[in-house]
């Protein structure tokens, strides 16, 4: 099946810092990708959809200027906390899909956030 | 808008029990549905998938049943193992411009050996 990485895969950083994150598409083109966050004990939450060479579309209540997302090639999405918050710490999945496969996504291992 | 719920929230099972986790969904209008297992800070491991048209998909131990019209969905496990203990999602995959999972909360398996 089709590959999605993610780097890092574990992050600690500062308060007020910024993080970014990658999601990439190993052996397909990923003409959209997900991003989704996961608080403890709860259940993915879809933030943004991005299709590759537009901007992102952002879910209801996800600030747009504070999780900057890039999607420049059709193998590579990054997700940007800018000014991290401990409110910010979770974990955080992103998925692809492709144009040929539109009804299925492919799941990223998660990066784990941790703001102190 | 989809909303989709699993029940119960946490389970725990001796070892060797058949159980049955439950997911439902509000809006019917659904290409597929999904059965995920997520292992604690790991990401998404797929386990069956469920095409609208189809009403049960089976993978060793497991089985997984739709029924669209009333809005559910149920995963089926056999014989289960300690090494079954996860969490485990139903996701949707609804239809209509949206094009978008909805995931269910999850159920917390413990299977105790």
């Known amino acids: 099946g089709a590959v999605v990485s993610q780097h890092p895969s574990r992050v600690i950083c500062k308060s007020g810092t910024s993080v970014k994150i990658e999601c990439r598409s190993l052996d397909f083109q990923a003409t959209t990708m997900f991003w989704y966050r996961q608080f403890p004990k709860q259940s993915l939450m879809l933030m943004a959809t991005s299709n590759e060479g537009s901007k992102a579309t952002y879910e209801q209540g996800v600030e747009k200027d504070k999780f900057l997302i890039n999607h420049a090639s059709l193998t590579l999405s990054t997700l940007t906390v800018t000014s991290a918050h401990p409110e910010d710490s979770s974990f955080y999945i992103c998925?692809?899909?492709?144009?040929?496969?539109?009804?299925?996504?492919?799941f990223g291992p998660g990066t784990r956030l941790l703001v102190l | 808008k989809q909303e989709v719920t699993q029940i119960p929230a946490a389970l725990s099972v001796p070892e060797g029990e058949n159980l049955v986790l439950n997911c439902s969904f509000t809006d019917s209008a659904i290409y597929n549905l999904q059965w995920f297992r997520q292992d604690p800070g790991k990401g998404l491991t797929s386990l069956l998938l469920?095409?609208?048209?189809?009403r049960e998909q089976t993978s060793g131990r497991l089985n997984a049943s739709l029924d669209k019209s009333s809005g559910r969905s149920t995963l089926y496990i056999a014989a289960s193992q300690p090494g079954d203990s996860a969490t485990y999602l139903c996701?949707?995959?609804?239809?209509?411009?949206?094009?978008?999972?909805?995931f269910g909360s999850g159920t917390q398996l413990t299977v105790l050996p």
């Open positions: 996701a949707v995959f609804s239809s209509g411009s949206a094009r978008q999972l909805t």
């Open positions: 998925s692809a899909r492709s144009e040929g496969t539109w009804e299925t996504q492919y």
């Open positions: 469920i095409q609208s048209s189809q």
